[in-house]
């Protein structure tokens, strides 16, 4: 083991109650959509009193807002602010971002909670509370390795440059505030939930609305109406061909474990108000996986061929065509090589720390990911502590441990990616 | 033409004018379910008049609510009377139930109609209203022809048994409460709009409700959950099955002209609350069409086992059973052999007013004559002016011809029905 990393991983092994007191002020404040301010006032104060150089503005604007990545229903974005916090290098070194979302979906139904959702209560080595896993705990992650690096006086050669964004959840909008800011880097960590695994891909995703339409009749005489629900019936079984025909080409050995790779889901449909009448209208809506290779616009296309297709081969909905939105929040898909250096640094520290291999996967879900290495031209890997599973759920918590062993890693991977100053 | 027939016939064309204004004052009192009470009262008052023996009665009371034919979600029916009004035969002739009811559909959408839904307006021969076609207009039908064969002093062997009932749009407690009252007849006529077609079978009808369990995931792993929706497919493909088979079955020549003789309407169908989450339970509703000679009960049991013997081919239904519920309003069946006597008596009065054949058919709804016939033991025929499209249609209107001419045929089948009296 190298002096440095000897220096940053002790510092972070006797600092394990430092680290969890930060993130339980964390994960007490709400930050749900709206009420990020006074989560990134205690992020914007550590990150201050770390001595980086602070960049905090809220962000909209006619470029984000004309930006064709944007997708976004926020009316404004007014009192919660976007956090950029640089530690600056010596110089000749690569640099790095460090990216993770304030924002935390809504708690839901609190009875379902066993403590308050933002109560921070530790049991049995784990933090609970709305955010602990997505992503709070990743943050802290991110936060304690530039710390042990700065308070074991290390000085590097490339730029960090930590960003602490809003709006993941709902399709990005900070993170593509801080690219069209200019923060743009040689390689970008994002420590959303991945269970400990390396995430070099993402998938994409977008909602797309189906309105069917049909002609209503007494349900007694419906030969004189034409069914909504059965020509939704069509819709949905070719959106199913179309999901096997596109999962059957993607041969990418990430997939391997993955029995639908790039999924449509078809989330919901409502269609119809009296049981004895036929129905006029049918409206699907659902959720269309991109793969980490593909555009968006491709992935559209795609589906709009194929029930531009359906609609040909049927008398009615030839005439009376389907009407396709792609509507709500959106995420861009990532793509990074495997051999990248990113990912062997990464896989290298992740050795050191955990004493194994990493799994390394493509994430059945979108991230910022897809916003920093699309529009940022940024390399970027997903890899942090926390399961999927509980990020949306009651009863969110993360597992103390876990947090620790993702900030020795990251702080690893910073030291080797940076590079440390010879002055030092 | 008999003396008695031209009779009549003469007293209605002189009395247009007299009854069209009974048919307005009707038409401009909202008879909707639980305001029955001001229609009823001018249908009352006219019986009245007219020297009918009156039974004015609120419905209700255990023998009705506990009977099986008993579908209805009214919590009471107090200060809405049902009436029966008895013209009293000399003796010797057959009796003749003539069955309306007073309740009418909402109005719907008030900005559709062009005119006050309560307008009675009058152009181009038809008058507009809610319940102008269903079932006004044949009420008043019933009661010209009545008045017409009183007003020409003609004396009846058998009884007419004149009913203005409530709820037949809700399932037909008004009917079922007037046959347990003792009301019953050798024939019985109703004038719902068959476009003045004869139909002297009904289908009936009951509504489902169709519970498809599924388990919830995200919907970028949806694999790791099950879709209700893709569940539901599968159920509405088999009751799409179930359909053909029952209808397959139907050698009725009534039925020749009608594509589907006893639909499956599946009317609605509610699942998901968001686009990409798997939805974890589906809701289907609809109406089964019941053949004329089939029981309800046994139309149900077709239904469940094809939808059991769905759930032992499919894994997780087997394992997370459909839950089927038979709920809401419904209609039973009626039927009649074409050529009972009444039908050739009402054949024959057709002919001789409209010099032409009736059209006779199976009716695709179900009326009061499902309870008239199966509980009540009264032979039942459906005649009467008024197109079904717009039965619970905005602008709904009836053709004022049609009613006349109706009227006039119907006045004929009760002179020959009951028998006039030779002492007259």
Not at 24 to 35: M, Y
């Amino acid at each position: 083991m190298k002096k440095e990393d000897h220096k940053v991983r002790t510092w972070l092994r006797e600092n394990r109650v430092r680290g969890i007191k930060l993130l339980q002020k964390i994960v007490q404040e709400n930050s749900t959509r709206g009420n990020e301010s006074s989560t990134q006032a205690v992020i914007i104060e550590k990150c201050r009193q770390l001595g980086l150089k602070l960049d905090i503005w809220e962000i909209g604007g006619n470029e984000l807002k004309n930006h064709p990545a944007f997708f976004c229903d926020r009316k404004d974005f007014e009192g919660n602010p976007n956090l950029v916090a640089v530690l600056k290098g010596a110089g000749g070194g690569k640099s790095l971002i460090l990216n993770g979302h304030i924002d935390v979906v809504p708690v839901g139904d609190e009875t379902s909670w066993r403590h308050d959702p933002f109560s921070g209560h530790i049991e049995d080595g784990k933090m609970y509370g709305r955010g602990a896993t997505d992503m709070k705990g990743g943050n802290v992650a991110l936060l304690l390795a530039i710390e042990s690096i700065i308070a074991s006086e290390i000085k590097l050669k490339g730029d960090i440059i930590f960003q602490s964004v809003i709006e993941e959840e709902s399709g990005g909008a900070g993170s593509l505030a801080a690219v069209l800011r200019g923060y743009r880097a040689d390689g970008a960590i994002i420590p959303e939930p991945t269970n400990m695994k390396l995430f070099p891909k993402q998938q994409g995703s977008m909602w797309f609305r189906i309105t069917v339409p049909g002609k209503a009749a007494h349900g007694g005489t419906r030969y004189e109406g034409t069914s909504a629900i059965e020509k939704a019936v069509l819709v949905i079984q070719r959106l199913q061909q179309l999901e096997n025909q596109r999962n059957a080409k993607i041969k990418d050995p990430l997939y391997k474990d993955i029995p639908i790779p790039v999924p449509i889901n078809i989330g919901k449909i409502t269609s119809g108000e009296w049981p004895s009448s036929v129905p006029d209208t049918a409206i699907i809506e659902g959720r269309m996986g991109v793969a980490p290779e593909e555009t968006m616009e491709s992935a559209q296309l795609e589906m709009e061929s194929c029930l531009q297709e359906l609609g040909e081969q049927d008398g009615w909905l030839r005439e009376n065509p389907l009407k396709i939105e792609w509507f709500g929040a959106r995420w861009l898909p990532g793509s990074l090589e495997g051999d990248h250096p990113l990912m062997t640094e990464l896989t290298n520290s992740f050795k050191e720390v955990m004493g194994r291999t990493p799994v390394i996967e493509a994430s059945p879900w979108g991230t910022d990911g897809g916003i920093l290495s699309n529009v940022g031209d940024t390399p970027v890997v997903v890899f942090g502590p926390g399961v999927t599973e509980m990020a949306h759920d009651a009863n969110e918590y993360i597992v103390l441990d876990d947090l620790f062993a993702a900030s020795e890693i990251i702080a690893l991977t910073i030291l080797n990616w940076c590079g440390v100053d010879d002055c030092n």
